[in-house]
Each structure stands twice: as C-alpha cells, then as structure tokens.
C-alpha cells in the first residue's frame, strides 16, 4: 500500500488487542496507565510539554505495510475494535503505538526500544500506574516523537514488555492538550490535527467533557438509570466498572463469570463480567453490552473509589461510526452506527 505524507504524516495502521488466558480463566489485555518520574510525586495532573511544530517539508513516499485493516477496526462479534497510531520516533517508523487516551505517558516495548537502537537505562526509572498496579521500569532518551500535527522533543520514554497484542507500544495524551483526533471505524482512518475549534460534523451527538489527572476524558452518563461518572479509554480492550457503580447496579445483575484482568505492569487482578443494562451516551443507547467489576489499582489512582465511574474502553467505543476527541475544545463528538 502507497501513501503520499506531508508533515501531517496520516499514516493509517490498525491494532488488535487479543483476549488472552490466564490459569484457564479468561484474561483482558488493558492499556490505560500513567507514569510517574523519579522525584515528583505526582505526573497524572501535570501539564503536557508542547513543542513548536517546525516549517512543513516536503512530502515523501512510503510504503505501509500492517494487517488488515490498516487503521482503525469497530467492534464486531468476532473482534474487539482498535485503534492504532503511526508514530515517528527520532525520524524512524511508523511505528504502530495503541492510542491511548487513558494514559498520560507514552510507552513503547522493548523491541521498539532495540529497533531504534537504544538501551533501556535502568539508572533512570520511573513509577508506572496501571490499571491493575504500579511497577519501576526502565526508560530510553529521544529526540522527538511524532504523529500527524503532534511533535514533542527530548524526553524520556518508559520501555514495557509486550502486553499491546502485537502493537509497538501506547501513544498517550502528552501532547494532545491542543489536538484534535478523528477516528473513522467505518472508512478505516485515523487523523491527529490541530483543533480549530470545529463544530461536530453533520450526523455527530455533542458530548462535553472535563479534563482530569491531566488528560483524562471524563463526562457523565447513565447505566441503566444510574448516572455514573464515564472516562474515555481508547487503550482498554473490556468497559471496567467500580465497586461503587457495581453496588448500585445490584438489584440489576444477571449471571456472572470471573476474569482476570492483567495491565500494562503485568500485575493481574480478579475482577468479574457482568452482562449490562442499557448505555445512554449524549441520547445514543447501548445494548447487549458487558462490564467488568472489579477494586482495581486505577480507580484508587483516579481518586475514584467513592461514587459511580466506568472506565469505557473500545468493546464500546468500538461501536460507533466515527468519534472525534477534540481537547482544546474539551468535547467528544459520536456518530452512531446505524442498525
């Protein structure tokens, strides 16, 4: 496959985050997570480092070559969707990073790391919080990291093991703070712009959002008639639930099945699927859905553990036709799919 690239490099791959086993029960693969340096005590509601973007240069020619599809993938009965991003890192790649929305740092794997040809300091730690716990991992130095209309310079990236189903590593949210992402199950695209602050295409419901722990999507809905405090996590593969949101749902719950869930530190949780009451998001309603109960890490680190919260992940956001995350102007838009 040919593209022609300009510095907007609109590259288009796709990820496939796959369920794994775990001790013969089923196991979800989640991506959200946050980093946290030596020395600071907390990363998750720092500001992103935002870097000039340099004069456009000329359009080259290069070849992509991923699975199909080579972009983004809605949720279908046989597949979870995914979303990957096409990211320069010091001027080599693409390479195909989970887009993240979740996490604040990105990451990419070890393989990544000994492609571009860095070792991993293991001198230079950092905290990472997932979303079953926190672990110390190595970090390597880069010039710049790039994807669309997004460029940061020098900067340390935490290097993991593989747990991203075949993709190079998570682009999170650091510079993001201007940006404005449209996402295209339908017609397989992915675009990271600068926002200029456009109105929702026609078809598309408006959804506000608040901006927490840094770039953290947050926006109320309800599940089942119960309002729930909802975050956007396009890194997660399942929705995840709180132990508050499970209590009030209670009276609603159907058969049950135990999951282990394991996050991008490896630890693994035990948490439980619930077949769920209907999603109302901005007026477009979900059926047929599950979500994962669990008291896991990310919740505590989210200072979310004493009211109603989901984190949505893309066996929901996956269903929809399109979504446009645009942060400067704090809004999600939605394009239902029809049917």
């Known amino acids: 496959m040919r593209l022609t690239t300009t510095r907007s490099r609109l590259h288009r791959l796709g990820l496939d985050c796959h369920a794994l086993r775990y001790l013969g029960l089923s196991l979800t693969c989640l991506l959200g997570f946050?980093?946290?340096?030596?020395?600071?005590?907390?990363?998750?509601?720092?500001?992103?480092?935002?870097?000039?973007?340099?004069?456009?240069?000329?359009?080259?020619?290069?070849?992509?070559?991923?699975?199909e599809p080579r972009y983004v993938a809605p949720t279908l009965r046989d597949r979870i969707g995914r979303i990957w991003a096409p990211?320069?890192?010091?001027?080599?790649?693409?390479?195909?990073?989970?887009?993240?929305?979740?996490?604040?740092?990105?990451?990419?794997?070890?393989?990544?790391?000994n492609r571009l040809g860095k070792m991993a300091a293991a001198q230079n730690?950092?905290?990472?919080?997932?979303?079953?716990?926190?672990?110390?991992?190595?970090?390597?130095?880069?010039?710049?990291?790039?994807?669309?209309?997004?460029?940061?310079?020098?900067?340390?990236?935490p290097v993991v093991q593989d747990v991203f189903g075949g993709a190079e590593g998570a682009l999170g949210t650091e510079g993001l703070g201007d940006k404005r992402i449209f996402?295209?199950?339908?017609?397989d695209a992915i675009s990271i712009l600068r926002s200029k602050k456009e109105s929702p295409p026609p078809g598309f419901r408006r959804v506000p959002v608040k901006l927490r722990n840094g770039r953290l999507l947050m926006f109320?809905?309800?599940?089942?008639?119960?309002?729930?405090?909802?975050?956007?996590?396009?890194?997660?593969?399942?929705t995840i639930g709180n132990t508050k949101l499970r209590e009030a749902l209670a009276r609603r719950a159907r058969k049950e099945q135990e999951t282990k869930v394991i996050g991008v530190t490896l630890d693994v949780a035990t948490a439980h699927a619930i077949s769920a009451p209907p999603?109302?998001?901005?007026?477009?309603?979900?059926?047929?859905?599950?979500?994962?109960?669990?008291?896991l890490y990310i919740f505590n680190a989210w200072k979310l553990t004493n009211e109603p919260a989901l984190l949505i992940g893309m066996d929901v956001i996956g269903v929809?036709?399109?979504?446009?995350?645009?942060?400067?102007?704090r809004e999600l838009h939605l394009k239902a799919r029809r049917g």
Do not use: C
């Not at 990363?43 to 080259?60: G, N, Q």
């Not at 109320?220 to 399942?238: E, F, H, I, N, S």
């Not at 929809?320 to 102007?329: E, N």
């Open 34 to 67: 946050a980093a946290q340096a030596n020395g600071v005590e907390n990363t998750l509601a720092s500001p992103p480092v935002l870097a000039d973007v340099p004069t456009p240069i000329v359009p080259e020619e290069v070849i992509v070559s991923a699975p």
């Open 87 to 113: 990211v320069y890192i010091d001027g080599k790649g693409p390479f195909r990073l989970v887009l993240d929305t979740g996490a604040n740092r990105s990451v990419v794997t070890y393989g990544t790391a």
């Open 125 to 157: 730690l950092v905290q990472l919080h997932g979303v079953t716990g926190t672990a110390r991992v190595p970090t390597i130095e880069v010039d710049s990291v790039e994807v669309g209309d997004m460029l940061l310079e020098e900067r340390k990236i």
């Open 183 to 187: 996402i295209d199950f339908k017609n």
């Open 220 to 238: 109320q809905m309800t599940l089942g008639g119960v309002k729930t405090w909802a975050m956007l996590d396009t890194g997660a593969q399942t």
């Open 279 to 295: 999603v109302d998001i901005a007026g477009i309603k979900i059926t047929g859905m599950q979500v994962t109960f669990g008291d």
């Open 320 to 329: 929809f036709d399109a979504v446009v995350i645009d942060y400067r102007l």
